[in-house]
């Protein structure tokens, strides 16, 4: 007997990452060097916000897909980094920047999703997937479409995604895709954090919201309809560049 499962991943159309160029300009933190880390940050996720640039720091070195001398000028002038005015474009290469090509397709990526109603929660990311929730979007409508189950006044759970970019040796990419389902405080519209739930008494309630695995596969499509626009994700860097996927599931048939 042969079983056709859906396989969760999103293909890229090409190979969008065979020729990723950025430009790299030395840079240093400037103390208080812990604080000013912080502001980086922040600084990099607002010009990723508005367009100016995706940027990202590794190594001493801002890797930049679109408008480094802004900056490398707002950096400098806040006092956050020194930034150096040498700038050489550069081609990343998987065995030794796949980390900074991801944060750079992320970047480009909540651009693309705020504007569809999704938000990637707050905060550090500490793994290679990233969460994106669809906070922009009207709450009832999502409860009428099963994305949202209402638990209190100030507490629903969201079904939002997981996504994980992996990149090949050839510059083909998958976008890997899976239900995210945490609980939100809305008058914080934030995730609660595994601690909060549990001091709250509310762990052993969520799991009743944990759905089955077809219904999971179900809120996962509904929630990529939403996401892509006829059938694509496509993600346009602050360069213009772009990596565009196709939404269907490749299938496995299964012996």
């Known amino acids: 007997m042969t ?19 950025v430009v790299a300009r030395s840079a240093t933190i400037l103390p208080p060097v812990e604080d000013n880390m912080k502001n980086m940050y922040m600084l990099l ?28 000028e707002q950096l400098n002038e806040s006092k956050i980094a020194f930034v150096g005015e040498k700038r050489e474009v550069t081609t990343l ?29 707050l905060g550090k990311k500490r793994s290679k997937w990233m969460k994106l929730l669809p906070l922009g979007i009207n709450l009832e409508e999502l409860i009428k479409q099963e994305l949202a189950i209402k638990m209190n006044d100030d507490l629903a759970v969201y079904r939002g995604l997981y996504v994980m970019l992996e990149i090949f040796n050839d510059g083909e990419a998958i976008l890997w895709v899976d239900l995210y389902s945490p609980i939100v405080k809305l008058s914080e519209q934030r995730p609660l954090s595994p601690k909060e739930a549990k001091s709250l008494g509310l762990r052993d309630i969520y799991t009743s919201f ?13 929630l990529l309809k939403i ?10 860097f602050a360069d213009g560049s772009s990596a565009s996927f196709t939404y269907a599931f490749p299938i496995l048939k299964v012996t």
């Not at 079983?3 to 160029?21: H, Q, T, W």
């Not at 995706?54 to 801002?62: G, K, L, P, V």
């Not at 996401?227 to 346009?236: G, Q």
Request: include cysteine; aromatic fraction near 14%.
């Open 3 to 21: 079983e056709n499962i859906y396989v969760n991943c999103l293909s890229a159309e090409g190979a969008p990452f065979i020729d990723f160029k």
């Open 227 to 236: 996401l892509c626009s006829d059938s694509k994700l496509n993600v346009v």
């Open 93 to 121: 290469k998987l065995n030794n920047d796949l980390s900074v090509m991801r944060v750079l397709f992320y970047r480009a990526l909540s651009r693309y999703a705020m504007k569809k109603g999704f938000r990637p929660p």
């Open 210 to 222: 944990i759905p089955a695995p077809k219904k999971r596969f179900e809120l996962t499509n509904k």
């Open 45 to 72: 996720s607002w010009f990723a916000f508005k367009g100016i640039a995706d940027a990202e720091f590794r190594r001493n070195t801002i890797f930049v897909k679109g408008d480094d001398y802004k900056v490398a």
